[in-house]
């Protein structure tokens, strides 16, 4: 497992260990290098919003042809092939970016939990033990006041994120149950281990969270425009229906 978070994990071990070259505040550092990485990743954040946005203004042409083809699964399947090819949607195209992400998040939480593993200056040892602000030594857990802001903050980013990608259809309604239990659990599960955690890891959970809820606005009016669009072209749709007739 090591060997293969190694392969992402070095790479930004050296990120940080240049930006320290620059920055020679440790804490300052986790952040940037914080903004660097969540920058990085928010195209395909957008791309997976935009999917399940797109999946879900596709429900009413998807449950319609599930309806009259729900004797023919051949035929239910070969229409909706068509629509997605009509629409230009990839029903996968939400987890891609998912996929994509997961590794560089693992790879990132090995680097800051054990740095020296994937770390190869020896000067950065007493930068992990540095004090920021409140806390003492990065390198040791913040007992409550930083786990409690990575808490807040993962249930705050969590909440809009889970109200964005909301389908609104059967199979989303179905999940509701799970989605808003883990609303409240995950951030628990977040502030408990970050009570173990390195607080530079912990620093770099609660910022991320914090960047996630900026990205979650960001990315609330533009879903609003999306489904605004969406409603006008069904509309248009619809009246082009009635003068076809």
């Known amino acids: 497992m090591y060997t293969i978070l190694g392969v992402i994990a070095k790479p930004l071990g050296m990120l940080l260990d240049l930006l320290y070259g620059f920055i020679g505040n440790y804490g300052i550092c986790i952040i940037i290098f914080t903004v660097i990485v969540k920058v990085c990743l928010y195209p395909l954040y957008i791309k997976q919003i935009k999917s399940t946005a797109k999946m879900s203004d596709l429900q009413p042409k998807m449950q319609e042809i599930q309806n009259k083809y729900k004797n023919d699964q051949e035929t239910m399947n070969i229409k909706m092939q068509e629509l997605y090819k009509e629409e230009k949607f990839n029903p996968m195209g939400g987890c891609l970016p998912m996929l994509i992400q997961m590794p ?3 790879g990132l939480f090995a680097l800051l939990r054990n740095p020296m593993r994937y770390m190869t200056d020896d000067n950065m040892i007493f930068a992990f033990h540095e004090s920021f602000v409140w806390i003492r030594d990065l390198a040791q857990p913040d007992p409550w006041i930083l786990p409690i802001i990575a808490g807040v903050a993962t249930f705050i980013a969590f909440t809009m994120n889970r109200m964005l990608q909301d389908t609104g259809n059967a199979a989303g309604n179905q999940m509701q149950g799970m989605t808003k239990m ?30 996630q809820i900026f990205f979650n606005i960001h990315m609330s009016s533009i879903r609003k425009k999306m489904k605004q669009e969406s409603e006008e072209r069904r509309m248009r749709e619809k009246l082009e229906k009635k003068l076809n007739r």
Do not use: D, E
Request: aromatic share 18%; hydrophobic share 65%; charged share 5%.
């Open 104 to 106: 560089i998040i693992m």
């Open 182 to 211: 883990m609303q409240y659990v995950f951030p628990v599960m977040i502030l408990w281990m970050a009570r173990s955690f390195p607080s530079g890891l912990a620093l770099y959970w609660a910022v991320s969270q914090i960047i």
